[in-house]
């Protein structure tokens, strides 16, 4: 009966690719029904609604095929998690190959106990929504490290931390770039009301603190409870490792990491701080908000940030392996810069299997028509109070497993439910935050967010079982995260609108 079940697991290449076949044939469907959405949009100067249709393109037709085949390749190229997987590896196998991450994750953690790591973790890859995207390259390989070494299964810490990094998306202290993006539309949405309504960037840090502390111990929980007890005590891995204490020589290395990565550290620092004596030249200095001249797509900080991080990764590693004598010379060290990358082939053929999936469904627009529907419900209900708390929430939670992208989904709902809001007594902030709560929840359940392909690669990477982990069952391990953290989120924003706490500085819940 095992043999049977394995041999109708699907691999997840194959999943991504007959997800492609279903988009293809359902768009020509959706397209012959004539589904479409009216969507609006307000006017930046007149603040006035403006209208189009949103409606499904055909992918199932001659220019659809045409655009699969002519896009497919470029698609894989520019797919954003290739690239930059590839050059974090290549930093992680300096690492990995001097011996600094085995070294240092004992020395953080041999006296820890394992709730404690997991909660650091996941607390880390909450509030690492700082760096946006691309800390789904730096925190889920290091979660392999950290587990691995920590004599505990990898495929444990790349689950918690992928949760943490997915329900804690919209969940953050710190006004990030994509808060500021999301801000705007908000505030171009509520002057369809109030021309002189004004919003804070720190309007919501009260609420979003909480936050990140409960879902941290949420997660923590969770993983040590739930998903632990599913996957096997030990890999071979643990069982080969003893218990290790540290040498001379890999203390002395150590100290060599630390001092250059500190030097490092503090030369990038200076370089992103603006007003010192020529400091602030990694900053796009043409923006007003101090986080817009970090993360603009004109900054050289965020354009180079993965080089940034990799060159820090490769810092470590050198100077650890110089002062442990793990890297001896020039050879040692360009055979530990592709170390991570051996056996990346089947990981490329799931990016590409993965780009072809979300290429094809962008290309159909069913997503945005979806989301307009959805946002289409604020229209026809009268809803006030905890109700309309509640249907934001799951419009958001709905429409993100459609379409994930924060910043076009919200230019979508929001020019429709900030009105409704203002009119029921609900502050614009407080919309946003219950928006960003919603698509959190499920911002780990889609295949179609671009990095979940990361996720899912390296659970098979480290998968030391016969059959591979199918697409469906690496989205089960993520449910009891997504299901508890909704539970989390309504009880917060609930507490929050009846007690009426202030969402954070110059924020509050009712108008």
């Known amino acids: 009966m095992n043999k049977v079940k394995d041999k109708m697991t699907l691999h997840p290449v194959m999943t991504f690719l007959i997800l492609t076949g279903i988009v293809i044939i359902l768009s020509g469907v959706l397209r012959l029904l004539e589904f479409q959405q009216v969507e609006y949009t307000v006017s930046p100067t007149t603040f006035e609604y403006s209208t189009e249709i949103a409606e499904v393109e055909n992918v199932f037709s001659f220019e659809g095929l045409k655009y699969i085949f002519s896009s497919t390749v470029s698609n894989f190229v520019n797919f954003a998690p290739l690239s930059s997987l590839i050059i974090i590896l290549i930093g992680f196998g300096v690492m990995e190959k001097s011996s600094f991450l085995k070294t240092a994750i004992t020395f953080l953690t041999k006296k820890m106990k394992k709730n404690t790591v997991t909660f650091i973790l996941v607390f880390l890859s909450v509030i690492s929504s700082l760096m946006g995207d691309l800390s789904y390259i730096v925190m889920l390989p290091l979660s392999v490290a950290v587990f691995k070494y920590g004599k505990r299964n990898p495929l444990l810490g790349i689950i918690a931390s992928f949760a943490g990094l997915t329900c804690g998306a919209g969940v953050s202290f710190i006004f990030t770039s994509l808060d500021s993006s999301l801000l705007s539309q908000s505030l171009l949405s509520a002057r369809v009301i109030d021309l002189t ?107 180079g940030f993965v080089f940034v991080v990799t060159i820090f990764f490769l810092i470590l590693g050198l100077f650890y392996g110089l002062g442990a004598k793990t890297i001896k010379n020039n050879k040692d060290f360009v055979d530990a810069l592709g170390y991570s990358l051996d056996g990346i082939g089947k990981t490329l053929v799931l990016i590409l299997a993965a780009s072809l999936f979300v290429s094809v469904m962008k290309y159909s627009n069913i997503g945005t028509v979806l989301t307009a529907y959805l946002a289409s419900i604020f229209r026809i209900v009268n809803f006030e109070g905890l109700p309309l708390v509640f249907l934001l929430f799951i419009v958001s939670a709905i429409a993100t497993i459609f379409l994930p992208t924060s910043i076009t989904k919200w230019s979508i709902i929001s020019p429709i439910a900030i009105p409704v809001f203002m009119n029921a007594g609900l502050t614009p902030e407080f919309a946003q935050i219950i928006f960003r ?42 449910l009891p995260f997504a299901f508890t953290t909704a539970i989390v989120f309504l009880i917060l924003l609930t507490l929050w609108y009846i007690i009426g706490l202030p969402l954070g500085i110059n924020g509050n819940t009712v108008l």
Do not use: C
Request: aromatic content about 14%; proline content about 3%.
């Open 197 to 303: 309504y004004r919003m804070a960037s720190i309007s919501g840090v009260f609420i979003m603190a909480v936050a990140v502390l409960v879902l941290s111990f949420t997660i923590t929980w969770i993983t040590e409870n739930i998903v632990a007890r599913r996957l096997p005590v030990k890999t071979e891995e643990e069982e080969e490792m003893e218990d290790k204490v540290l040498t001379r020589r890999e203390l002395r290395g150590l100290l060599f990491a630390i001092f250059a990565g500190v030097t490092y550290f503090l030369i990038i620092l200076y370089n992103i701080i603006p007003g010192l004596p020529f400091s602030g030249n990694l900053l796009d200095n043409s923006q007003i908000l101090y986080v817009d001249k970090l993360f603009s797509y004109n900054s050289f900080f965020s354009n």
């Open 437 to 478: 709560f919603g698509e959190s929840v499920t911002m780990g359940l889609t295949p179609l967010m671009a990095y979940f392909v990361i996720y899912l690669s390296l659970l098979n990477k480290h998968n030391q079982g016969e059959k591979p982990i199918s697409l469906l069952e690496s989205i089960k391990y993520q």
